[in-house]
């Protein structure tokens, strides 16, 4: 399970998300780490812009397609506040990345937005296993995946 490193930077995808969520966007973060334990690239949802796709883990797969061998790409660790989406998934497969460790889950966000009476999106969310099996996938993390139920809260303006 998630070890020292791995809350560590899983504390900086809920700062990501947090960051998102103060510039209007949906409360989403995710940290792209080498095998050394480099930090590579982060990114928020950027969703707000317009382009529903613009969620962090699919930039950062975008951005490991650019810039890493395909050796490094399956040796790096991607952390996000909450599960990748199909269509994250997807590229994080088709890219060849490693190790996925979230803090929520999307069975959580699903709960979640139905608790506080959000439409369901237009894509259904799977597990990543579902989509790109095989891969190392970790999380839910308690404790962390409540501080991103509260940044969901305030997006969808509950207290
Ligand atoms: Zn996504």
Redo the contacts with the bound molecule.
Sequence with gaps: MADDTDLRHLRRCVELATEALEVGDEP?GSVLVAADGTVLAEDHNRVASGDR?R????ELARWAAANMTPGDRAAATVYTSGE??????A?HGWVGLGRIVYASSSEQLSSWLAELGVPAPPVRTLPIREVVPGLVVEGPVPGLAEQVRDLHRRFHGSP
């Design positions: 989403f796709t969620h962090p883990e699919f990748h989406c199909p269509m994250c998934a590229a």
